[in-house]
T-cell receptor, first 113, second 113 residues
């Protein structure tokens, strides 16, 4: 519906492992933001990428890292997974010149055991 | 203190009731304000933006009080389909902040027949 697709939709990892989540932004959108939503909480801003460069970061440790590719798709990587990393990870795309109209993907559910 | 605070509820109301949600934000530099709706295990979706003059969209009315740093959402004639979590969201204006949204915890509404 929003044109933002995320993969995988669900995954289970073991503590200490690494995970890569992927996001394809809506056509024409040059900005991608990632959010973490723990159960019962609102989404928390992780970081944003604009034209392949990090453009702002929330209060997350360096083991959370990302990439944006020339086609504006993006990856979120989390190293040394902890149990508290279990959450819904949301990708949102926008076009920088259009203010705050952003479009969320359906998210990736990560469970760390 | 959280930057955006909401009463998590849940609010349990009968069909046809009027229900009001409140939200406060701590950063006076916040410039843009929104209400998002999130259905269970789905991504957040924009319900409406909130303007200082107040704005209405059908059964939904949003108000902003900048002096008190307070945002509200009123839902009239509640429908079963209104059952969801309502997220209060703020952001700083400026293209460099596009997509960097600060979410409240969310308020859960359950409308019963």
């Amino acid at each position: 519906e929003t044109g933002v697709t995320q993969s995988p939709t669900h995954l289970i990892k073991t503590r200490g492992q690494q995970v890569t989540l992927r996001c394809s932004s809506q056509s024409g959108h040059n900005t991608v933001s990632w959010y973490q939503q723990a159960l019962g909480q609102g989404p928390q801003f992780i970081f944003q990428y604009y034209r392949e460069e990090e453009n702002g970061r929330g209060n997350f440790p360096p083991r959370f890292s990302g990439l944006q590719f020339p086609n504006y798709s993006s990856e979120l990587n989390v190293n040394a997974l902890e149990l508290d990393d279990s959450a819904l990870y949301l990708c949102a795309s926008s076009f920088k010149a259009q203010g705050n109209t952003i479009y969320f993907g359906e998210g990736s559910w990560l469970t760390v055991v | 203190r959280k930057e955006v605070e909401q009463d998590p509820g849940p609010f349990n109301v009968p069909e046809g009731a009027t229900v009001a949600f409140n939200c406060t934000y701590s950063n006076s530099a916040s410039q843009s304000f929104f209400w998002y709706r999130q259905d269970c295990r789905k991504e957040p979706k924009l319900l409406m933006s909130v303007y200082s003059s107040g704005n209405e969209d059908g059964r939904f009315t949003a108000q902003l009080n900048r002096a008190s740093q307070y945002i509200s959402l009123l839902i009239r004639d509640s429908k079963l389909s209104d059952s969801a979590t309502y997220l209060c969201v703020v952001s700083k204006v400026g293209s460099s902040n596009t997509g960097k949204l600060i979410f409240g915890q969310g308020t859960t509404l359950q409308v019963k027949p």
